[in-house]
């Protein structure tokens, strides 16, 4: 389904991807582990389409498209999803429109006819009880005012009304209490299907008791150093990066 | 030594009008101090971002007849006069009679009342500041008198339709007073339209005088066309626990300046000023405030927010003034500003005079450009950019969109808001 051949990215001429190469296939669930600074968040922009990230060289697929030539809403209409690591609040747009116009572009896309306000309403509010979110939330602003597990929660409603071919889930667990952690736990599980991909990036392995990952890479100095199976997960919780040659702070001077 | 230009004389001759002697009189002496009034330049303070704008010709100085028609955009819910280039049009307005409210037309008023209402114009402004707008009182021929009655509450809003046509340039000067007495509710919409490609000015002033207690709320939408050169003046007095709301929705044209002056003279007495602009093109729009604390333990609350798009300029100056017995003031004030070009531009200026000591005030203002990282977020939801654009823009003057209290005016404010996004956001 994604296939990253060497890709290498850069911002304000730094170069922070330095030669990735992945193969993501229908079904499957990759983790992308990786010490602070070693890339892992700048990847989930670079296949999102973030335009303040230069990619300099490289290919990277979507089902054989060339996904480096889409426009960020293209991508998102092909069945890219990035549920960010820091969501952005925005006041004044109600999520409640923001999610809907959001699902009318993708039917849209897809030649599908737009929902309308009454059925949208429906199926949003059953995806917030889902997530555990309040469906009070849908009449405010777009992340206003929302706590850190809050926005967590919002950005994975949006992948479960979405329904993307590769969900990207960059820090998805971080800043949650164990509670609301087995919340996204499970909307993440709901996400796992024959027919999608997930990539998790995550600096912690604890998700990772939750959501058994079928691949684990280990992301460091904007490159990928090692990848195995969960049990990879498992021996970087237990002996740390350090294992692996690198410092976190190392890493970081790498960049 | 260069001369400072002066306001032409051509302007200084009202028309022949059929106005009880009292305002004929007023207009007179209004005309005679406007003799040799020097014209804004950009020296002037008050009009230092908008003296260029303005561009009269001696063909500008003729008074537009009441002739033409227009049309409102406004599918007008309520009561309805309408103005035609100043004068009211009797047979296209439609309002029943109200117990305890008067809606007259000047020229229709006695005598007495015409002397009694002189006595009152202009008093809710400062001539000194207005300046241009005090042309008005030089030149109108015709005007509405609003005048409730003590505990007289209207059933719905009064709209009043200032429409201005003609096939040649000319003037307009529409004229406004209202009194509610105490314990009255009032809620005045005004429309500003237009017709015509030839130069004119629409010169307007307004004014509102409430008693104690008194409620009202002033509406003020302007969607005049690119051929008007629109100066006006809302003027404001309250006395003790009288509410003012006014609600000012601009679109940019050639030149648009509106002044508001509101004086809270009784305790206990609050206002809120809501202002939205939007400017395009080569378009521009100019609001300057005033807010005078006299009183003691007065509310004031005001939030305007000018967008620009293309090389437009918008300016907005708002002024609070404390006075020295207001003390226990609460004031207020917040303007923010969005550029969506380079080539735009948007001076804004609080301005806080304070000569009492146990004040609340509170002002800020900020111009910024849309946020790229929102931006981001909504088109990796597969929202087209033209409609992130769209969402956005809109986000930051919704708030105040949705604060109008009457939905006919809302629905048209965002239609032009639609007609505008249409223009300046392009599609992919």
Same mark, same amino acid.
């Given at each position: 389904m994604l296939s990253i051949k060497d890709l290498h990215a850069s911002i304000e001429g730094k170069e922070i991807l330095k030669g990735i190469n992945l193969e993501i296939r229908a079904g499957e669930v990759h983790a992308i582990m990786g010490p602070n600074g070693s890339g892992k968040s700048t990847l989930s922009q670079v296949l999102a389409g973030n335009e303040a990230f230069a990619v300099t060289s490289g290919e990277v697929t979507l089902n054989g498209e060339n996904l480096l030539e889409l426009e960020t809403e293209e991508r998102a209409r092909e069945g890219i999803f990035l549920a960010f690591q820091y969501p952005v609040e925005i006041p004044g747009v109600s999520n409640l429109q923001f999610l809907r116009t959001s699902v009318n572009a993708m039917r849209t896309h897809r030649g599908e006819k737009e929902m309308n306000a009454a059925e949208f309403m429906k199926l949003a509010k059953e995806v917030s009880r889902q997530v555990d979110l309040d469906p009070a939330f849908l009449k405010r602003g777009v992340n206003e005012g929302f706590s850190g597990g809050e926005k967590k929660r919002n950005e994975l409603m949006q992948a479960l009304l979405l329904q993307p071919k590769l969900a990207i889930l960059d820090e998805t667990d971080s800043g949650l209490d164990i509670d609301a952690l087995k919340v996204v736990a499970d909307g993440v599980n709901a996400l796992r299907a024959e027919d999608r991909a997930i990539m998790m990036v995550t600096h912690y392995q604890r998700l990772l008791n939750h959501i058994v990952p079928d691949y684990v890479h280990v992301l460091a100095g904007g490159r990928i150093i090692k990848s195995g199976g969960r049990e990879l997960a498992l021996e970087l919780e237990e002996k740390g990066y350090g294992w692996l040659g690198i410092k976190e702070d190392a890493a970081e001077a790498a960049n | 030594m260069k001369q400072a230009p002066t306001l032409s004389a051509a302007f200084l001759h009202p028309a022949g009008s059929s106005l009880p002697e009292p305002l004929l009189a007023l207009r007179k002496e209004r005309g005679t101090a406007l003799v040799d009034m020097p014209l804004p330049t950009r020296k002037t303070e008050n009009w230092k971002?908008? /003296?260029?704008? #303005?561009?009269l010709s001696d063909e500008m100085a003729i008074s537009l007849p009441a002739q033409g028609k227009t049309g409102s955009s406004l599918a007008v819910p309520g009561y309805k006069v309408v103005f035609r280039n100043g004068i009211m049009i009797p047979e296209a307005s439609d309002y029943p009679d109200l117990d305890g409210i008067m809606i007259s037309r000047f020229g229709d008023l006695s005598d007495a009342t015409a002397a009694d209402l002189a006595a009152k114009l202009d008093g809710t402004l400062n001539r000194n500041t207005v300046q241009l707008a005090? =042309?008005? %009182?030089a030149r109108f021929e015709d005007g509405l008198l609003i005048s409730l /009655? $003590?505990?007289? !509450?209207? +059933?719905? $809003?009064l709209f009043i339709i200032h429409e201005v046509d003609a096939d040649a340039s000319g003037s307009a000067f529409p004229r406004v007073f209202v009194e509610a007495a105490r314990h009255s509710q009032f809620t005045l919409v005004e429309e500003?339209?237009?017709?015509? /490609?030839?130069? !004119?000015? !629409?010169?307007? !002033?307004?004014?509102?005088? =409430?008693? +104690? %207690?008194?409620?009202?709320?002033s509406i003020r939408l302007n969607?005049?066309?690119?051929?008007?050169?629109?100066?006006g003046a809302t003027g404001v007095r309250q006395q003790r626990n009288s509410r003012f709301a006014s609600h000012c929705v601009g679109f940019g044209g050639p030149l648009r300046r509106h002044d508001l002056q509101v004086r809270l003279e009784g305790e206990g007495a609050e206002c809120k000023l809501n202002g939205v602009v939007v400017t395009q093109g080569k378009q521009h729009y100019d609001n300057h405030t005033t807010i005078e604390h006299v009183a003691a333990h007065c509310n004031s609350e005001e939030t305007y927010r000018n967008i620009a798009a293309d090389q437009s300029h918008a300016v907005f100056n708002g002024r609070i003034h404390i006075h020295q017995d207001a003390q226990k003031s609460n004031a207020?004030?917040?303007?923010?500003?969005l550029l969506l070009s380079t080539g735009a531009e948007i001076d804004t200026k609080p301005e806080l005079e304070i000569y009492a000591d146990d004040v609340k005030c509170a002002h800020g203002a900020t111009i910024g450009q849309l946020d790229?990282?929102? =931006?981001?977020? #909504?088109? /990796?939801r597969g929202i087209s950019r033209r409609q992130a654009n769209v969402l956005l823009t809109m986000a930051f003057i919704n708030e105040l969109v949705q604060q109008i209290p009457v939905e006919a005016v809302r629905d048209t404010a965002t239609k032009r808001l639609n007609q505008f996004f249409d223009s300046t956001f392009e599609e992919a």
């Open positions: - | 971002y908008s /003296s260029k704008y #303005l561009k005090g =042309l008005n %009182s /009655s $003590p505990n007289a !509450v209207m +059933d719905q $809003p500003y339209i237009s017709a015509g /490609s030839e130069p !004119v000015m !629409v010169n307007t !002033v307004t004014e509102f005088v =409430l008693a +104690d %207690s008194a409620q009202v709320t969607t005049e066309g690119e051929n008007v050169q629109h100066i207020n004030m917040n303007n923010k500003n790229e990282a929102s =931006l981001f977020y #909504l088109v /990796s």
